[in-house]
Structures are given as C-alpha cells and as structure tokens.
C-alpha cells in the first residue's frame, strides 16, 4: 500500500480531530498533550499499584549524551529479565509505565525512557530537530547493551518493546541484535513512517531544511534518514518471538501494516483490537497488557 498526499492530509485531519476529542474529555489544554505526525495516544493512566523499586536511571552514551529513563523493578531475589519500552514520535518515558506492573509480575525489570531528541518534552534532549531513526535505534542499541553487562539481569530474557515509532526503531534494532533480544513487543508499530514521508516529499529536492508539525520541528537529517528506508526488508531478520498489537480502527498507522509484518517475521502473532484506534483507551490498554502477559508466559 503506497500512501499519496491525500491519505496525509486525511491522517493530519484525524490527528487533529483526535486532539480535539481528547480536550474536551480531558479538560486539558491543547499545548500540554504530546502532538505529532505519528503518534494520537491518550494522555496515559498511572498504574493502580505503584511498584515496589522504581527509580530514575540515566544511561551514558558513547557519544556523551545521556538517556533519561525510569526503571521499575520486582521486589523479589535474583536475577531478572529486563523489557526495555521505546516510545513514539514526541512520546516521553510515561508511555512505558502502563506495562510496569504486568512486566513487574513476570520477573522482569522495566526500563522506559525518552529518546535524545525524540520529543519537545524529552528529558534527554528535547531538540527534536535532530531527531533521525537511526538515533534512536543506536540509542536503543546501547541501552541493550548497558543492561546486558549488570550483574542482576538475566541475559537470556531481553525483551524489546515500542510504541509507534518506537515499535519500527525496536523492529528495526532487533534485526541486528538478534538472538540478544528474547522477545519483540510491537504496540502500533509504525512501519509507515518511510512510506507517509516520502509520499509528502517525492523528490530529494522537495525536502525543507525543516519540517514542521504541530509545533514539533523536524530537520531535514530525520527525512534523508528514512529517504531509501525499507523497514520490510529487514525486520525479517529478526528470528525470535514477536507480538504485535494493533486496533482495527487506526487511522494513524493502517492495520495492514501490521499485517504484512506478521506475514514477514517468522514467528509472530497478531493481536487485534475492534475498534481500537492510535492509542489505546483505558479497557484497550487493558487488553494488550493481558495480550503482553499471555505472549511472555509462553
């Protein structure tokens, strides 16, 4: 399926009424909900028990910046697995914290964090103009990396799970991680990112210096980045587990996104939530930690 620029206009007008109708049932102004191109998700609701151990941790990259994050941990002996949870397009660590207490229950840690340069509202680093997808999967890569050399986790149960534009950078990341990643997690992965871009810029020289939506300021690294991107060719490399969630009434990302990513992996399972579109509401986000639970119990 080849988007063209209607279908970008049509998703902008349904990202926009989406804001609009979470507004009004939220009573929150405009400006304090993440907006983006990618990403209509529903303000997210703490957990109704908080974990036990739960602490911020900044990881160090090689290139001297730091990954803010917030780690939530089992209060039990041992060694655990750890979930490492990748947010969408201007997203933030608080997407992560609705899977703490399912993962917590399982024996993993749970780490959620913001993407240097992913968001306005990143506490790592909110300069979004240098947002790219390869940084975020080299970011997510060197997390992997920091959670395999501590003492307490278990190497074998490496668990990689991404929101939206964080489900195609985890996609992406587990290709070339491969066996060190147990399992693959995908909530709405947004495998179109390459496709919705270059269908707005068809050409090298339609590209701006920058792009601007809703606020949120891309350069023109983030769409030269994706420029030859095919994420279908390559995410297949990835030979473990993976579950991918997805609702039927997506307007953001299209379900047959998801589709064709079962089809392309070789062990993977497609949950499918009627009615659910690009952020899940309260009872949808209820069914995709039961789907989250049954996956790892596996």
């Known amino acids: 399926m080849k988007p063209t620029n209607t279908?970008?206009?049509?998703?902008?007008?349904?990202?926009?009424?989406a804001q609009e109708r979470i507004m009004l049932t939220q009573n929150v102004p405009y400006d304090d909900h993440p907006s983006c191109v990618m990403d209509v998700a529903q303000p997210m609701a703490e957990t109704d028990e908080a974990p036990t151990l739960c602490r911020e941790l900044t990881i160090k990259q090689k290139n001297g910046k730091s990954i803010y994050g917030i780690i939530s941990c089992p209060n039990t002996p041992g060694k655990h697995g750890i979930a490492i949870i990748s947010h969408g397009f201007n997203g933030t660590h608080h997407f992560g914290k609705d899977y703490f207490k399912t993962l917590n229950d399982l024996g993993y840690a749970v780490y959620t964090f913001d993407f240097p340069c992913g968001s306005i509202h990143s506490q790592s680093d909110n300069n979004t103009m240098k947002m790219s997808i390869s940084d975020e999967k080299a970011a997510l890569k060197e997390i992997v990396s920091y959670f395999r050399r501590q003492k307490d986790i278990d190497k074998n149960r490496i668990v990689l799970c991404g929101e939206s534009q964080g489900g195609l950078?985890?996609?992406?990341?587990?290709?070339?991680?491969k066996n060190l990643v147990s399992n693959l997690i995908l909530i709405y992965p947004a495998l179109c990112i390459p496709d919705n871009w270059n269908a707005r810029y068809p050409r090298m020289e339609d590209i701006p210096e920058v792009s601007e939506i809703w606020g949120v300021k891309l350069g023109?690294?983030?769409?030269?980045?994706?420029r030859n991107m095919k994420p279908y060719e390559t995410i297949g490399r990835y030979k473990g587990p993976v579950l991918i969630v997805h609702g039927t009434d997506d307007k953001v990302v299209p379900?047959?996104?998801?589709?064709?990513a079962q089809e392309t992996y070789s062990n993977a399972s497609l949950k499918v939530i009627d009615k659910a579109g690009h952020g899940f509401k309260p009872s949808e986000r209820a069914m995709s930690n039961q789907y989250v639970k049954e996956f790892l119990e596996r």
């Open 7 to 17: 279908f970008i206009l049509l998703f902008i007008s349904i990202c926009l009424q």
């Open 255 to 260: 379900l047959d996104y998801s589709k064709r």
């Open 169 to 177: 950078v985890s996609a992406l990341a587990a290709s070339e991680l």
């Open 220 to 226: 023109k690294k983030f769409m030269m980045d994706i």
